[in-house]
């Protein structure tokens, strides 16, 4: 743990945003390391990772909810959007994460959500895109957003680019309070190992396979451990019928060999250590109902 000064501050800090702003991305680059997956599809994020970032001020303990749900109104959205609100009253502090120069309907219905007694800072991402440029116009888009909430500040940055990150840590230090550090200095995440490798390749599914997402698919750790200092790791991609197969394997195996290279440098980098990585793809059918029924639940 690192030693505690006085005035040392630590808290929760949730980053919300409707899909594809960048709150992944953000986190990774808030605590400097991969453990939340990006991709350009919306809902990637089905689990609450939780990002630490820890310096001789503070710590900052970032959990990346999986989020409102923004597409259509019933009842059970309106029942897991108010467990969200529940869960976001009990940080410290909330990053409201929108796009600059783009504020749609589904923004709006984050927005209104928020709970009335935590602080949210707006953070305007993606300022490197060439829409973002002309500060006159980013300005009155910022002060558009400004006056539908009672933001407690407000800062702009690139996820992306890692553009002034640190300026968004000082903004949400002072909101966090005083305190001892809740985990070790050296620990980026609560997450397991085994967690984050299934992630990653996850992460790499979605990018590769596109459109051609078997809707029922999920990734399943078979075996990890580690000898000699390389992790092995297993790891099954589970498809509901074997016509599926087929569209993650590609031709000649292409598809899954590119899957699986980036996903070890991915991990060989985060677990920083050798990594002997097989993926391959499995049938399990009669499970993709429980599936659809688990993603409509958000889980
Ligand atoms: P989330 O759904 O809010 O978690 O969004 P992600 O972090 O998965 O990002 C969605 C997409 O936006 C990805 O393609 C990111 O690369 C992209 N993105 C995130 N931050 C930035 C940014 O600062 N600039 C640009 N140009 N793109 C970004
Ligand atoms: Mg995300
Ligand atoms: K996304």
Not at 21 to 29: A, D, E, F, Q, R
Request: glycine fraction near 8%; charged fraction near 25%; include cysteine.
């Amino acid at each position: 743990f690192p030693s505690v000064r006085e005035g040392y501050r630590c808290g929760f800090i949730a980053i919300v945003g409707r899909p594809n702003v960048g709150k992944s991305t953000l986190m990774n680059h808030l605590i400097g390391q991969k453990v939340s997956i990006t991709s350009k599809k919306a809902q990637t994020t089905r689990n609450r990772v939780t990002g630490i970032y820890t310096c001789d001020t503070a710590q900052f303990v970032f959990v990346d909810t999986p989020g409102f749900q923004t597409d259509h109104r019933n009842a059970l959205n309106d029942r897991l959007n108010q467990n969200v609100t529940e869960a976001l009253g009990g940080v410290d502090v909330i990053v409201f994460v929108v796009e600059a120069m783009r504020f749609t309907e589904a923004d709006r219905t984050v927005m209104k959500q928020l709970p009335p007694h935590t602080p949210v800072i707006l953070a305007v991402n993606k300022i490197d895109k060439d829409k973002a440029k002309d500060k006159a116009a980013l300005q009155h888009f910022i002060d558009g957003i400004r006056a539908g909430f009672d933001f407690a500040a407000c800062e702009v940055v690139s996820a992306k680019h890692g553009l002034r990150i640190a300026n968004l840590l000082e903004t949400i230090e002072p909101f966090l309070p005083e305190g001892i550090p809740l985990y070790p200095d050296d620990m980026v995440t609560d997450k397991s190992a085994r967690f984050l490798a299934m992630e990653i390749v996850r992460e790499k599914l979605f990018r590769y396979l596109g459109e051609e997402l078997p809707y029922a698919m999920n990734v399943e750790v078979e075996q990890f451990d580690e000898q000699e200092g390389i992790n092995h790791i297993y790891i099954a991609v589970l498809v509901d019928k074997e016509n599926q197969k087929p569209m993650v394997i590609g031709k000649g195996g292409e598809k899954l060999k590119k899957i699986s290279t980036e996903a070890r440098l991915d991990m060989e980098k985060l677990f920083g250590c050798k990594v002997f990585l097989k993926v391959w793809v499995k049938v399990k059918s009669g499970w993709a109902d429980d599936v659809r029924f688990l993603n409509e639940l958000g889980l």
